[in-house]
């Protein structure tokens, strides 16, 4: 995955990123190679004084405001706690505003997207996702989507169960053979 922080402070972006990433399963593309960072990393700035307020400046650049609008949210929902987690309402005197969006849905701060996250059925599928990837010891290929789909969906039957996924997911196929990738590797 990634580091969530740049420097000993914190990162929306990049906490955004890694919740999309590693608990929705979404790719965020990497940014592009000529981005400027300045204004961003200008963190004793008076004029943009929060992290919120330097990251709205991609949000501007057509190039940037794509990613940075699916990733800037969720990681602004944790600007309360700084790179160590130490829990602050302001940065540079100003107070953080810790509110978004998240697929039409409201929150004011960490605390609040969490139901939403709840609710959201990217998380049980990717999780479901994680598991076998973690279990058959690779990515999962684009032939395996229709196994996941009925593994999710029988995840969701059994009321989200772990244990019962862990045994769908060792009963498998895939799970109990190994592929020529594997043994090459080895």
């Given at each position: 995955?990634?580091?969530?922080?740049?420097e000993g402070r914190s990162s929306p972006t990049n906490r955004g990123k890694l919740v999309r990433e590693a608990l929705m399963c979404q790719k965020v593309p990497a940014p592009p190679a000529n981005v400027n960072f300045t204004a961003v990393q200008d963190t004793a700035s008076?004029?943009?004084?929060?992290?919120?307020?330097?990251?709205?400046?991609?949000?501007?650049?057509?190039?940037?405001?794509?990613?940075?609008?699916?990733?800037d949210p969720i990681g602004l929902s944790m600007e309360n706690y700084d790179a160590i987690g130490a829990y602050r309402q302001k940065e540079n005197g100003a107070m953080i505003d810790a509110s978004g969006k998240l697929e039409g849905q409201s929150y004011h701060d960490l605390l609040s997207l969490g139901p939403i996250l709840h609710d959201?059925?990217?998380?049980?599928?990717?999780?479901?996702?994680?598991?076998y990837e973690y279990g058959v010891g690779r990515q999962a290929s684009s032939g395996e989507e229709a196994w996941l789909g009925y593994a999710a969906q029988a995840f969701a039957r059994d009321q989200y169960r772990y244990g019962a996924l862990i045994k769908r997911i060792a009963m498998s196929k895939s799970f109990q053979t190994v592929s020529a990738d594997v043994v090459a590797a080895k």
């Open positions: 995955m990634l580091d969530p922080t740049h008076t004029v943009h004084p929060t992290a919120r307020e330097r990251l709205a400046i991609h949000q501007e650049n057509p190039v940037c405001a794509g990613c940075h609008a699916i990733t959201n059925p990217d998380i049980p599928a990717c999780l479901v996702q994680r598991t």
